[in-house]
Each structure stands twice: as C-alpha cells, then as structure tokens.
C-alpha cells in the first residue's frame, strides 16, 4: 500500500469532521466533540500559515484516510510535538500509521532539522504506545493526571525521539 502525506486543506475539513467525530475513533482524541465543519473552518483560517506548526493529511493508495503533523514547531529549541489520527476504521491495522508516522519524523528531521520529535499518549492507548515505540520514540516518563478526559483526569505517557537516536526504515 502506498502512503503519503500532505498538507491539509480546506477541503479536507468534512472529512476530519467525520473522523473526529466516529466514537472508534475519539476515545483518547482531545477535541469538543462533535465537531462542527463551521467551527473547523475558523480554525483552519485562523492557523493557515502559521510557521510554528505542521498539518498534514494521511493518504493510502490515494485515499484521505486521517491526520497527522507536528504542533509547537520550536526552530530555537529545535523541537516539536507529534500528532496523529488515523480516521479510516478500515485501514486501522494495516501498517498506514507506522509508514505515516515515519514520513512524518522525515519531515521534522530532515526538512525542519529538528534536533527531538515529542508527545504525549494516554497510559490507556495501547495501540498507539506500540506505533510510538515501533518507530523509535522512547518512553520518557508519567505525567500523573496531566489532562481532564471525557471528565475524568489521565495520566499520559511522555515519549520522545532525537534526531540522534531516528533511523530511517
């Protein structure tokens, strides 16, 4: 299967709409649920050429299947934090996310130069903690009850990969 990755656009907004919003997908997505398409609209104006982040739509064998990118793109610290929401339920499984995950890090390290590639993951989500660590990003700690949940507080996982540490699959 062939994936690729590119920048997200406005057409792209029904799609992440409904993907967001597919109770298979949000349980450990952090979003005011439902999502509204008008809402999403404002938002993209509102980030459309930002340098400071990265927003980017996974495609298999030429089918939008979720989102992916890089938030607080920090060029003095030479950091950035990673996202990513697989939202074809069909394709989940099937090794999109490894191959957009590594894109992904591609981009950071080598186009961005990035030094580290972070995030943060629930100590629930299994399937993505095995994603993270596939790919080379290290577990680096718990941050206890970091953040309110469908209204409870979490703990997540801190994970995180060096430019140092990246080998390139």
């Known amino acids: 299967m062939l994936v690729t990755i590119r920048k997200f656009e406005r057409d792209d907004i029904p799609k992440?709409?409904?993907?967001?919003?597919?109770?298979?997908?949000?349980?450990?997505?952090?979003?005011?649920?439902p999502l509204e398409v008008e809402k999403t609209r404002k938002w993209f104006d509102n980030n459309v050429?930002?340098?400071?982040?990265?927003?980017?739509?996974i495609v298999a064998d030429?089918?939008?299947c979720?989102?992916?990118?890089?938030?607080?793109?920090?060029?003095?610290n030479s950091k950035a934090e990673f996202y990513i929401a697989m939202g074809e339920t069909n394709l989940k499984g099937k090794g999109v996310s490894t191959k957009a995950t590594r894109l992904v890090l591609d981009y950071g390290?080598?186009?961005?130069?990035?030094?580290?590639?972070?995030?943060?993951?629930?100590?629930?989500?299994?399937?993505?903690?095995?994603?993270?660590?596939?790919v080379g990003f290290i577990k680096e700690g718990c941050v206890r009850q970091d953040i309110i949940s469908h209204g409870q507080f979490v703990d997540r996982f801190a994970y995180g990969i060096c430019r140092s540490d990246y080998k390139k699959v």
């Open 16 to 33: 992440k709409v409904e993907w967001i919003n597919n109770p298979e997908n949000n349980q450990f997505l952090h979003y005011d649920i």
């Open 49 to 57: 050429g930002r340098s400071d982040r990265y927003d980017a739509v």
């Open 62 to 64: 030429g089918v939008p």
């Open 66 to 76: 979720g989102t992916i990118g890089l938030l607080c793109i920090d060029q003095k």
């Open 109 to 134: 390290f080598c186009e961005l130069g990035l030094n580290r590639i972070y995030l943060f993951t629930e100590t629930e989500n299994i399937p993505a903690q095995k994603l993270f660590e596939k």
